[in-house]
């Protein structure tokens, strides 16, 4: 019985610890740091995938131009089909 008392205990601590760190953090970092993150990320995404459509675009232009599929260019160049 006493074991398991321990183990509540140490369990309730550690959380009591991760709660604190957590508050920390937010203190730390603040609201705005993070929507600041959040829109910077956004902004990745959207260069990637303004890049990622162009690069289509260019594959299927040499797939029609060289009488292949985008399929067979992507094997041939070892890209991915997935993303």
Do not use: F
């Not at 991760?18 to 829109?39: H, W």
């Not at 260069?47 to 594959?59: F, G, P």
């Not at 292949?68 to 260019?73: A, D, G, M």
């Amino acid at each position: 019985m006493s074991t398991s008392k321990d183990a509540n205990k140490s369990l309730q601590e550690e959380r009591d610890r991760l709660i604190s760190e957590i508050k920390r953090l937010e203190s730390e970092l603040g609201e705005a740091e993070a929507q600041s993150i959040v829109n910077r990320h956004i902004k990745l995404l959207h260069n990637y995938n303004e890049s990622k459509d162009a690069a289509q675009a260019l594959i299927g232009k040499l797939a029609v131009a060289t009488g292949t599929t985008v399929r067979e260019l992507h094997r041939k160049y070892g890209l991915s089909s997935e993303d």
